[in-house]
């Protein structure tokens, strides 16, 4: 198992430039989250999923958007980028929730680094 | 509001060294869990632990343990004879059965303790 994979590792843009990170994972889960980390705030949710189909928004969903068309891949789209959208961005996925109880476990992609110029 | 906590910043020490990070939370939630994770300097985020909240037993693997206290609504992290490969940043998390993010599942991290291991 590949586990939680994202594309691209790394991407420079410049300001109202667009692009979409891609997250796949092959564990067959059904929650699947997209995390921006920046220095001193620790991650914050951007946008989630609880299933093929469904999107719905986090703690900082503005200037984000997500697609979940397929149960294994939640695109993250920057329609046009700007220069406090530069972070590390990450993917995770859960089988699930804290309603179902164990299982919740998130595990991460690789992280991709973004910066907008 | 739930919050997570990580007082300390940064912390060093020298190998072979226990070393403790601190994690307090703040929950009005009665079912909650709570996580730790490790990113080491190549950037991944590797789970470590889940704990709930109805599981006050404190947990040991090989070199770490842990020690959850609901009373003081810590969930603390020791490394024993400690190893450079320890050197990381380390995160704790928590989720609650809270508002529009029960079924999200929404992890809320602390800011991070950045662990360095000197040989």
């Known amino acids: 198992n590949a586990g939680v994979t994202q594309t691209p590792k790394f991407r420079v843009l410049k300001t109202g430039q667009s692009m979409t990170l891609l997250c796949a994972q092959d564990?067959?889960?059904?929650?699947m989250y997209w995390y921006r980390q920046d220095p001193g705030m620790g991650l914050r949710l951007i946008h989630y999923?609880?299933?093929?189909?469904?999107?719905a928004k986090g703690e900082v969903p503005d200037g984000y958007n997500v697609s979940r068309l397929k149960k294994q891949n939640f695109l993250l789209g920057l329609e046009s980028a700007a220069p406090s959208q530069t972070s590390v961005y990450f993917c995770?996925?859960?089988?699930?929730?804290?309603?179902?109880?164990?299982?919740?476990?998130?595990?991460f992609g690789p992280g991709t680094r973004l910066t907008v110029l | 509001a739930q919050k997570v906590t990580q007082a300390q910043t940064e912390i060093s020490v020298v190998e072979k060294e226990d070393v403790t990070l601190d994690c307090v939370y703040e929950?009005?939630?009665?079912?909650?869990?709570l996580f730790w994770y490790k990113q080491p300097p190549s950037g991944e985020l590797v789970f470590l632990i889940r704990?709930?909240?109805?599981?006050?037993q404190n947990e040991i693997s090989g070199r770490y343990s842990w020690n959850f206290q609901k009373s003081t609504s810590s969930f603390n992290f020791t490394i024993t004879a400690s190893q450079v490969v320890d050197s990381a940043v380390y995160f704790c998390?928590?989720?609650?059965?809270?508002?529009?993010?029960?079924?999200?599942?929404?992890?809320?991290f602390g800011q991070g303790t950045e662990l360095s291991v000197k040989p």
């Open positions: 929950t009005r939630d009665t079912t909650y869990y």
């Open positions: 999923s609880v299933g093929e189909g469904t999107t």
């Open positions: 564990m067959n889960h059904e929650y």
């Open positions: 995770a996925s859960s089988y699930s929730t804290l309603a179902g109880g164990p299982n919740n476990e998130q595990f």
């Open positions: 704990r709930n909240s109805f599981d006050e």
């Open positions: 998390a928590l989720i609650g059965k809270t508002g529009i993010y029960n079924q999200g599942g929404k992890l809320i």
